[in-house]
Structure formats: structure tokens, C-alpha cells
């Protein structure tokens, strides 16, 4: 067997052009374009080319962009004061603190500073723990990315056993939120380093997240045949950038979601519609 393709670069083409839509509508509705902050702190590369993608989607969908840059060794006072520059900011829809920060500074009081309104990224305190209580809140973009492309490649969902790898706060910890809602009803196993027998719960999965940051880790007599396996994993290494699953996992799985091509597309599509959300609940309140 070849695994079909989950194809997060082409989906994630459509839905920023349904999403262009709707934002030349809101454009013209409320005289201006959603924008979309970025705080970028220090020079990390990776980083760096993650957030100039974000900011090249937006020129391509017609969202602004306001770009925060602050060096390696910014204080924890100076992140606050962008924090609180952004959440007061009417041109600043929603906004990202890139992550991981510099470790000398606090993310968990970054991130619980921020106007939960105008959380691009549903990482904040209120918007996780709104998900964990089933009220509407900006969802975490990759989560929201894996499920989109579930959906949109029909791969069925309800009923489904589906063993996450990894329990990173972007990815791992909330995917479980949303696939067990009963709109998916998914049953799902969290694991991670601590695991014991990863082997024997990744074979019990119809659908594989593997969110774990270790290059090759999911090989493919791991796989129950047929599986569907998403690759969200992205390590740098000498070669190259490198994800969590081996690629003759691709062998043996149903359907694949590669790295790149992927996920990543689809996370970033995400945010745009995160960004939109929050534009049309704006326009509405007024
Ligand atoms: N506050 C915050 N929000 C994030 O969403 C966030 C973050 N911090 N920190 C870092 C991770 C990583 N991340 C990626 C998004 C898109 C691709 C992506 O588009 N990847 C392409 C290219 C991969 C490559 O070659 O670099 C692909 O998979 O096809 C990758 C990684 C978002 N993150």
C-alpha cells in the first residue's frame, strides 16, 4: 500500500482563498482589514521563518500586519509592554507571541497577558480552559488544522481510536479537546516520553498524531495497516528539517499528512481564520 496524501498545502490554498472572501467583505463593512500581530523575540531562525510566513499569508489573504520584534535579551517588562501595546492596539485584531520564548523569560505571563479576545493562537489560559468547558473560543491552530483536514479528506472520525504522540501545549494537549467533542467523537490516547509500550498504543490507532519533536520516531511496523498518520513533528538537523515520522511509514499508512506539506500549511491557514473569526465577532458587536 502507498498512503494517500493528506494534502495540507493545496487545502490550506482553498480555504485562505474562502477566507479572502470573507475578508474583502469585512474590509469593506468596517472600512479597514483585520490585522495580525507577531511578537518575535530574539533571532532564533526557525522562528524567524515561521513568522515571515504568517506575515506572507496575510499580504496574500488581504489581512494587515503588524510586526513586533524584540531582541534575545529583552526584559520580561519590555515582552509586557508589546503584550499591552497589541491588546490596546484597535488596528490589532488578533495577535501571536512566538513561541518558545527566550527561557529567562516567563511565557505562561506573556500569554496570560493578553486580551484572550485577541488570542490568534487559542493558547490562552481562558480560550484552553473555554475548549475544555465546550464554549465557543479561538481553537489552537494545529489542532484545529489536523481536524480541518480530517474532515475535508473524509477520514472518518466517529468512533475512531486516535493515538496522539506528544503533550506540548500547542498541539498534543489540546487535540484531545477537540477530537473527543461529540461533533467528532473520537477517542483518543495521549502519550509521551513516559510512555510505556508507545509500539503497542500507536498500532491500536486508525489515526496517528505524531506531535513528539523526534525525528523518525513512528516507524512503520508500528502502524496498524491502513492508518491514517499526520506528521507534525519538525526537528532541524544537519540534513535538513526532519519529522516525526519515518518514510517508510508511508508504506504501510492509509493516508499521510507529510512533513513538509502537511500540517504546517494547514496551522497556518488556521490562524488566518482565527483572525477572521475574531474581525466578523467585532463587526457584529458594533
Ligand atoms: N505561538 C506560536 N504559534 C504557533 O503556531 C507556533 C509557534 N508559536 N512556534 C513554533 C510552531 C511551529 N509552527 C509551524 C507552523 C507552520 C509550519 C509550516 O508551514 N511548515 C511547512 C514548511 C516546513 C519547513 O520546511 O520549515 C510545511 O510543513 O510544509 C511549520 C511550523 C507554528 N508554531
Same mark, same amino acid.
Given at each position: 500500500m502507498t498512503a494517500?496524501?493528506?494534502?495540507?498545502?493545496?487545502?490550506? *490554498?482553498?480555504?485562505?482563498?474562502?477566507? *479572502?472572501?470573507?475578508? *474583502?467583505?469585512?474590509?469593506?463593512?468596517?472600512?479597514?482589514?483585520?490585522?495580525?500581530?507577531?511578537?518575535?523575540?530574539?533571532?532564533?531562525?526557525?522562528?524567524?521563518?515561521?513568522?515571515?510566513?504568517?506575515?506572507?499569508?496575510?499580504?496574500?489573504?488581504?489581512?494587515?500586519?503588524?510586526?513586533?520584534?524584540l531582541p534575545a535579551d529583552a526584559t520580561q517588562h519590555q515582552v509586557e509592554d508589546v503584550i499591552d501595546e497589541l491588546n490596546a492596539d484597535p488596528a490589532c485584531t488578533g495577535y501571536i507571541v512566538q513561541l518558545p520564548l527566550p527561557r529567562h523569560l516567563d511565557a505562561g505571563a506573556v500569554l496570560e497577558r493578553m486580551d484572550p479576545a485577541k488570542d490568534a493562537d487559542g493558547l490562552h489560559p481562558v480560550n484552553l480552559g473555554r475548549l475544555t468547558l465546550g464554549v465557543e473560543a479561538p481553537l489552537p491552530c494545529t489542532p484545529r488544522g489536523i481536524v480541518e483536514l480530517l474532515r475535508r479528506y473524509e477520514v472518518p472520525l466517529a468512533g475512531a481510536r486516535v493515538c496522539v504522540v506528544g503533550r506540548g501545549i500547542t498541539v498534543g494537549r489540546p487535540i484531545g479537546l477537540l477530537l473527543t467533542r461529540r461533533s467528532e467523537n473520537a477517542t483518543v490516547t495521549l502519550c509521551h516520553t513516559g510512555t510505556k509500550g508507545l509500539a503497542w498504543h500507536v498500532r491500536e490507532a486508525d489515526i496517528v498524531v505524531a506531535a513528539a519533536g523526534s525525528p523518525g520516531l513512528i516507524t512503520k511496523d508500528m502502524l496498524r495497516p491502513g492508518a491514517a498518520v499526520?506528521?507534525?513533528?519538525?526537528?532541524?538537523?544537519?540534513?535538513?528539517?526532519?519529522?516525526?515520522?519515518?518514510?517508510?511509514?508511508?508504506?504501510?499508512a492509509g493516508w499521510l499528512a507529510p512533513m513538509p506539506g502537511g500540517v504546517g500549511p494547514m496551522t497556518r491557514a488556521m490562524l488566518l481564520a482565527n483572525v477572521v473569526e475574531a474581525a466578523e465577532r467585532n463587526a457584529t458587536a458594533v
Open positions: 494517500q496524501l493528506l494534502d495540507g498545502k493545496a487545502t490550506a *490554498a482553498v480555504i485562505r482563498r474562502e477566507l *479572502a472572501e470573507r475578508i *474583502a467583505k469585512l474590509t469593506a463593512l468596517t472600512g479597514r482589514p483585520p490585522g495580525l500581530g507577531t511578537v518575535l523575540v530574539g533571532d532564533d531562525p526557525g522562528s524567524r521563518a515561521y513568522v515571515a510566513g504568517k506575515h506572507h499569508d496575510c499580504a496574500e489573504a488581504g489581512i494587515a500586519s503588524l510586526r513586533r520584534e499526520l506528521d507534525v513533528g519538525i526537528t532541524r538537523t544537519e540534513h535538513g528539517p526532519a519529522g516525526d515520522v519515518h518514510p517508510e511509514a508511508a508504506e504501510v
